[in-house]
T-cell receptor
Framework: AQSVAQPEDQVNVAEGNPLTVKCTYS??????LFWYVQYPNRGLQFLLK??????LVKGSYGFEAEFNKSQTSFHLKKPSALVSDSALYFC?????????????FGAGTTVTVRA | TAGITQAPTSQILAAGRSMTLRCTQD?????MYWYRQDLGLGLRLIHY???????GKGEVPDGYSVSRANTDDFPLTLASAVPSQTSVYFC??????????????FGPGTRLTVL
């Protein structure tokens, strides 16, 4: 079985401050890991993914995430948050050895960046 | 490019009635998915299709059916709607050979209310 936990329902930061959204995963074998963002009344948009290689992954809009195998984590980070980063963020996982394409999503973390 | 389109945008449905949510993609992706999004539960997979002509059950398939007659279309049918099916429904697609494995692209969603 595969699963994702996003331990924080909400994250609040001031504009210009660092932003971190936490994600831990459980999967058999090696994971494929993803971050998606959802703006109000919109579908999910892909931000970044970890497949293999460098543990630090850079994605869209200045976001990055670090894969930590020993801690089974894939936290999303942005050095300097913008008000426009306020959205709902989802982490997702699947086992690299799986023969189907199904992802398991976390419950989501609402990020609010105040001016 | 349009990507993924969903119809209708929103719908109010009487309990016991049937309804088909439409999903069309123009990216020629082989895999397609239906999710429902509920507050605090994130995205849960209803049904999926790895390729035209095949379908599979996801995490919450009961009360829903799908078909995949061709590559582009993946309709979701509620045969007899119940209030617990009130949700926002997202269609997604992915292709193993474009963008790397499992990058899923999402439609704008259908907001369904069952009364």
């Amino acid at each position: 079985a595969q699963s994702v936990a996003q331990p924080e329902d909400q994250v609040n930061v001031a504009e210009g401050n660092p932003l971190t959204v936490k994600c831990t995963y459980s999967v058999s074998g090696n994971p494929y890991l993803f971050w998606y963002v959802q703006y109000p009344n919109r579908g999910l948009q892909f931000l970044l993914k970890y497949i293999t290689g460098d543990n630090l992954v850079k994605g869209s809009y200045g976001f990055e995430a670090e894969f930590n195998k020993s801690q089974t984590s894939f936290h999303l980070k942005k050095p300097s948050a913008l008000v426009s980063d306020s959205a709902l963020y989802f982490c997702a996982v699947r086992a690299s050895s799986s023969n189907d394409y199904k992802l398991s999503f976390g419950a989501g973390t609402t990020v609010t960046v105040r001016a | 490019t349009a990507g993924i389109t969903q119809a209708p945008t929103s719908q109010i449905l009487a309990a016991g009635r049937s309804m088909t949510l439409r999903c069309t993609q123009d990216m020629r992706h082989n895999a397609m998915y239906w999710y429902r999004q509920d507050l605090g539960l994130g995205l849960r997979l209803i049904h999926y299709s790895n390729t035209a002509g095949t379908t599979g059950k996801g995490e919450v398939p009961d009360g829903y059916s799908v078909s995949r007659a061709n590559t582009d279309d993946f309709p979701l049918t509620l045969a007899s709607a119940v209030p617990s099916q009130t949700s926002v429904y997202f269609c997604a697609s992915s292709d193993f050979y474009s963008g790397g494995p499992d990058t899923q692209y999402f439609g704008p969603g259908t907001r369904l209310t069952v009364l």
